[in-house]
């Protein structure tokens, strides 16, 4: 069974860093084709953030670009995000995702909202002006 378990989530001043973390167990690595990281904010739809392929190409949304950095770590079964230069707008549930799917990663952001991929509970993000 696959669980992912997110973590690093919390409340940080505008301009501020954090650093999420994805543990995924019963999930390989080498099986399955992209991770991913998603933000939901209240009343809002759930929009993906930034995805890696098994190759390690990485696609992200245009509000993150060159502040976020997703990375992973095979060894450790983890992914990460690297959030720079938070702004208020970036305050959201944050989700890892897996999916099974060959895909992109510029696909995967939209493709893994759509159903087939494996969720995480999420860890919260607020980022205060």
């Known amino acids: 069974q696959v669980q992912l378990v997110e973590s690093g989530g919390g409340s940080v001043q505008a301009g501020g860093s954090l650093r999420l973390s994805c543990a995924a167990s019963?999930?390989?690595?080498?099986?399955?084709?992209?991770m991913g990281w998603f933000r939901q904010a209240p009343g809002k739809r759930r929009e993906g953030v930034a995805a890696i392929d098994s190759d390690g190409s990485t696609s992200y949304a245009d509000s993150v670009k060159a502040r976020f950095t997703i990375s992973k770590d095979n060894a450790k079964n983890t992914l990460y995000l690297q959030m720079n230069s938070l702004k208020p707008e970036d305050s959201a549930m944050y989700y890892c995702?897996?999916?099974?799917?060959?895909?992109?990663?510029?696909?995967?952001?939209?493709?893994?909202?759509?159903?087939?991929?494996?969720w995480g509970q999420g860890t919260q993000v607020t980022v205060s002006s």
């Open positions: 019963g999930y390989s690595y080498n099986r399955y084709n992209c």
């Open positions: 995702a897996a999916d099974p799917r060959y895909m992109t990663a510029t696909e995967a952001l939209v493709l893994m909202t759509l159903g087939g991929a494996y």
